[in-house]
């Protein structure tokens, strides 16, 4: 490598951090005496804003359905794939309910979110059996029902702002539910299980008689969140609840 | 696999971008992209959390696309990356923005593995060994490749805009 060659990758180097510490003080002291080399350095910073300023507009853009999982029609990979989530699901679906002692009674994950969403959002007076402004006994109570450790998660920037919550009879087990509003008055809700037999799971959706409901599987912890409002916007906020509770 | 779709999710914004820029066709990015995160999710129970995530899914990307190329290429006399041209061009006609054009115009002209190399970089952020890794090709060519990609763009920006009359081939 010529040593022109050699100083013009430096450079390049240099823009792109990527400079060896050794370096950085021979690269800036060309760029002191080389008009040359400091050109290069503006070319490089010029092309990468505009780059930027043509490309980043698509960061923004809302990603189209058939990006999100589960919606994986078109290929054969995605057949494939879809085939052996399904059939995983059903080994799974079985080797619980063969092994429920209680199957009768065990509601699944989101139909319980659901249900508890139905009876609490509509209440004016009773929304939440614990208001927000006692939100540190609030969670102490809860986590000490459920016997983990949960949390509400903030949504104000969401426009969200929490209610309260309570504590709810799940299938055998407790369950937890917070109540946010945002400033029309839409409700969403949080349900919170804990159950030793649960399993991680992805990011899943259910809509339950027009009730959007995502909900996960986090370290025995169930997580769904429950709303009538725009389903892209529920998925914002059950992303914003996923962060929180995975720093 | 109980994060893996939600880690996911965050990052296809960022594939999302770099497979429009990489093919300049809102349609053609998004197949990619579509393609990319099938393959990711038959191939996730090899990433390994200590990896990131951002370069393994990029490097499936990578390879997702140059296959396309190939076959493409195969299939027909134009290689898929000509088409790719052809529709950064006629996208950089559909803006309204004379430097967004211009830019847009002269990625197209790039040959493909040097706008790989540029956009990985200077568009996505990705460190030098990064792309290394993605594209399966040492420090030493992404660095090369690079300044020869930028000095390539150089010298079209300088060819297609303001009024200069160098005639680029």
């Known amino acids: 490598m010529s040593t022109d060659t050699a100083r013009e990758h430096d450079i390049h180097a240099f823009v792109d951090n990527e400079i060896d510490a050794a370096r950085l003080a021979e690269v800036e002291a060309l760029l002191a005496r080389d008009p040359a080399a400091a050109t290069l350095v503006n070319d490089i910073r010029e092309q990468r804003a505009r780059l930027h300023a043509a490309f980043d507009g698509v960061l923004d853009e809302a990603v189209p359905a058939r990006l999100m999982r589960p919606v994986r029609q078109r290929s054969r990979f995605g057949a494939i794939a879809a085939a052996f989530a399904w059939l995983a699901i059903g080994v799974a679906v079985g080797w619980m309910v063969r092994d429920a002692r209680d199957e009768r009674t065990r509601m699944p994950l989101p139909r319980q979110a659901a249900v508890a969403h139905a009876a609490f959002t509509p209440e004016v007076r009773h929304a939440v059996e614990v208001p927000a402004s006692e939100e540190a006994h609030l969670v102490r109570w809860l986590s000490k029902r459920l016997g983990a450790n949960v949390r509400a998660p903030r949504l104000n920037e969401l426009g969200y702002e929490l209610l309260g919550g309570r504590l709810l009879p799940g299938a055998g087990k407790p369950g937890a539910q917070f109540m946010y509003q945002d400033a029309g008055g839409r409700r969403l809700t949080l349900y919170v299980t804990k159950d030793a037999d649960n399993r991680d799971t992805a990011f899943r959706y259910l809509n339950e008689n027009g009730l959007h409901v995502f909900y996960w599987i986090d370290q025995q912890l169930g997580y769904a969140l429950s709303g009538d409002i725009d389903k892209e916007q529920i998925l914002r906020v059950a992303r914003a609840v996923y962060e929180q509770l995975n720093p | ?169």
């Open chain 2, 1 to 169: 696999m109980s994060r893996f779709d939600l880690l996911i999710d965050a990052h296809i914004p960022h594939l999302r971008r770099y497979a429009r820029a990489l093919t300049g066709d809102v349609a053609r990015a998004d197949d990619l992209v579509q393609d990319t995160l099938e393959r990711a999710w038959i191939k996730f129970h090899l990433w390994q959390p200590a990896l990131a995530l951002r370069p393994w899914l990029f490097a499936i990307m990578h390879n997702v696309y140059v296959n396309q190329v190939r076959a493409n290429a195969r299939r027909a006399h134009s290689a898929l990356a000509d088409d790719d041209a052809a529709a950064l061009a006629a996208r950089a006609n559909q803006s309204d923005m004379l430097e967004v054009n211009d830019i847009i115009a002269c990625l197209a002209r790039l040959p493909q593995e040097q706008r790989e190399v540029l956009l990985l970089v200077s568009l996505e952020d990705l460190n030098y060994s990064e792309v290394g890794r993605i594209l399966s090709i040492p420090i030493g060519t992404v660095t090369s490749r690079l300044a020869r990609a930028r000095t390539k763009l150089r010298t079209l920006l300088d060819g297609s805009g303001q009024g200069s009359l160098k005639v680029v081939k």
